[in-house]
């Protein structure tokens, strides 16, 4: 059992063979020099200079000064003030939407299904400890989903108290993302007319960059709470900012000892040595196999059924960070057992090009499920009877690691002792840091998303034209 994150790379080690991990060791402490140069240059108050831009390494300290702030101001602080609007917003509404796309939704979304209860949104208030349905928009632009949730959200229309209301949280960095501001308009406008325009205001909070038209809008209708999301931290870099806590607050969750797993891993990335420091030896362990075997697809195994959308996020952020000039590994997110059905067959089989990253809790949330033994045993299953569903993950989870070692496809694993806010700081902080070591180790600027601006500008040609 562990009592922090760990990462395993012994199978994916065995696999390394024309060069020792040992051997990226100074070029790993150079890189991460360099990324905390970056936030160094970030925090300076000078320019950047060109061959830095864009440089948005601010993401990095959040979780300290986050948790000194609170410490000294309390209420006043900025994770103080985002509880304070939280929790008025819980106690006023039992639907809230959730707008944003990219970085600016998927850390909530990840938070959501991971920590909270798998059906949430179906629970009576009451079992829901008042914590408001949660929904998802502005990441797509599907008229029918967004039919469809104006149209759910119109049966509450007669009920009375926060179960007949609903509210928005509306997160843009830029705040001129298309997606995110035509939905925004179309469910405030929902909004006030159902409450009237003085009410609405209070139902809604933006959380924004310091200057853009979100901003400008929201100064103009007089929001009571805007949140900001810092100038020197990028879009999916931003699960530290308001973008990430304020959801976490909405939702319950325990927004400091989420920061304190995202300061602990920072202070692993700082001081543990190589084969113990998770971040440096996951990206040695992803390099070596990309540059000595072509491995250059990450498949991240998610074991049961909550991490899925962490992988989501980490999708985005590895493909967006070092998806450029040419580089930049493939990340996709397996759900096991669910897509051995699915996936195995590939995996076990196919092309010799993936490195398997195994992301695993060793304790369930909730009591383990015995199976039980029954009197009619013609599903044979009572051999089985008393092993739990943790039992069986378990032994599906060391059975595909033996089954891939036997074929050496490389693996290795994430391990979290438990789904809780600690754990999951950890594990965010960890694969952020390791994505911006990973770009200055090969030479590719983590930051930004030159790639993505050239749909967009296409987009409102289209529109515009
Ligand atoms: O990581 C990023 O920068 C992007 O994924 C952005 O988060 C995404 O494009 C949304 O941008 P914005 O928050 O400006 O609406």
Not at 204 to 226: F, K, M, N, S, W
Request: with cysteine; proline share 5%.
């Amino acid at each position: 059992m562990v009592d922090r994150l760990e990462y395993r790379f012994d199978a994916a080690h065995r696999l390394i063979e024309r060069r020792d991990l040992q051997d990226l060791e100074s070029s790993l402490r150079t890189a991460r020099d360099e990324v905390l140069a970056d936030v160094a240059t970030a925090e300076a108050d000078g320019s950047i200079p060109p061959e830095r831009q864009p440089l948005d390494a601010g993401f990095l300290r959040l979780p300290e000064t986050l948790l000194a702030e609170h410490a000294k101001s309390g209420a006043a602080s900025l994770v103080g003030r985002i509880r304070t609007a939280a929790a008025e917003l819980r106690e006023q509404v039992d639907h809230v939407v959730l707008l944003g796309i990219g970085g600016s939704y998927l850390g909530a979304r990840a938070l959501f299904e991971a920590l909270r209860h798998p059906h949430h949104n179906e629970l009576p208030r009451a079992s829901r400890d008042g914590i408001p349905r949660l929904h998802f928009q502005g990441n797509n632009v599907d008229n029918d989903a967004l039919r469809g949730l104006l149209d759910l959200l119109a049966t509450t229309r007669d009920a009375s108290g926060p179960e007949g209301r609903w509210g928005i949280v509306v997160i843009s960095k830029s705040g001129g993302t298309l997606e995110t501001a035509v939905a925004f308009r179309i469910f405030r406008e929902a909004l006030e007319a159902r409450v009237g325009t003085d009410d609405a205001r209070r139902l809604i909070v933006p959380i924004t960059g310091e200057t853009g038209r979100l901003r400008d809008l929201a100064r103009a209708a007089g929001y009571p709470h805007v949140f900001p999301i810092p100038d020197d931290v990028g879009g999916r870099f931003s699960i530290f900012t308001a973008a990430g806590l304020f959801p976490a607050a909405l939702l319950g969750l325990d927004i400091e000892a989420l920061l304190e797993g995202a300061a602990a891993m920072n202070g692993r990335f700082l001081a543990a040595r190589f084969g113990e420091n998770p971040v440096l030896d996951y990206v040695a362990v992803c390099r070596c196999l990309e540059e000595e075997h072509d491995m250059d697809i990450r498949v991240l195994s998610t074991w049961g059924a909550r991490l899925e959308a962490v992988g989501l996020w980490y999708d985005q952020l590895l493909a967006e960070s070092l998806g450029k000039e040419e580089q930049g590994a493939t990340p996709i997110t397996v759900v096991n057992t669910r897509d051995l059905h699915s996936r195995g067959q590939q995996h076990q089989e196919g092309t010799r090009d993936k490195l398997i990253t195994n992301l695993f809790v060793e304790q369930p949330a909730t009591a383990p499920i015995p199976i039980p033994v029954t009197p009619d045993d013609r599903d044979g299953l009572n051999r089985l009877a008393g092993k739990t569903v943790p039992d069986l993950l378990a032994a599906a989870f060391e059975g595909t690691n033996r089954a891939y070692a036997e074929a050496d496809r490389p693996t290795a694993d994430i391990i979290l002792p438990r789904l809780d806010e600690h754990a999951l700081g950890e594990l965010f902080q960890m694969l952020m840091l390791a994505t911006v070591t990973e770009g200055r180790l090969i030479g590719v600027n983590p930051y930004g998303q030159p790639g993505v601006e050239a749909y967009k500008r296409k987009m409102g040609e289209i529109l515009e034209s």
